[in-house]
C-alpha cells in the first residue's frame, strides 16, 4: 500500500510503499475515508518531540481520520466490519496518510 511518509525529521513527505495493516487481536483495521496532519503531526515532523516520543524512520505521519471498520481482531467486542468511526489515536497507532487503511486500537 502506499503512505505518505518522512524518512527524516525536517524531511518532505515523500511516497513510500508498506506492508498493509492486519487487526491484531484487540485492534481493527480502518478503511481511511478522510485523514488530516494537526499540529501534533508538525512538531513530530521537526523533531521537536524526539527525546520523549522516539519513532523509526520512515514514518508516517497523521494523527485525525475517520473510515469504515473493514477488519475486526479476535478480541475485539466492540466495533464490527462496516463501522463508521472517527478514531483517537495514540502514540503507537496512528498514520493515516496511507493509501487504503491504518491500525486502531480497540479501546
Known amino acids: 500500500m502506499k503512505a505518505f511518509a518522512i524518512d527524516k ?4 513527505l515523500t511516497l513510500h510503499n508498506v506492508p498493509e495493516p ?8 480502518v478503511a481511511i475515508g478522510a485523514a488530516s496532519v494537526n499540529p501534533l503531526d508538525v512538531k ?17 505521519l497523521g494523527h485525525g481520520l475517520s473510515g469504515t ?11 464490527n466490519v ?8 495514540h502514540r503507537c497507532w496512528h498514520a ?7 491500525m486502531a486500537r480497540n479501546w
Not at 492486519?22 to 483495521?29: I, L
Not at 521537526?46 to 519513532?55: N, T
Open 9 to 12: 525529521y525536517k524531511g518532505p
Open 22 to 29: 492486519a487487526a491484531g487481536p484487540d485492534e481493527v483495521v
Open 44 to 60: 513530530l515532523r521537526q523533531g521537536a518531540l524526539k527525546p520523549i516520543l522516539p519513532y523509526d524512520m520512515p514514518l508516517v
Open 69 to 79: 471498520v473493514i477488519s475486526v481482531g479476535s478480541a475485539t467486542r466492540r466495533f
Open 82 to 89: 462496516g463501522d463508521q468511526v472517527l478514531p483517537a489515536l
Open 96 to 102: 493515516p496518510l496511507r493509501e487504503d487503511s491504518t
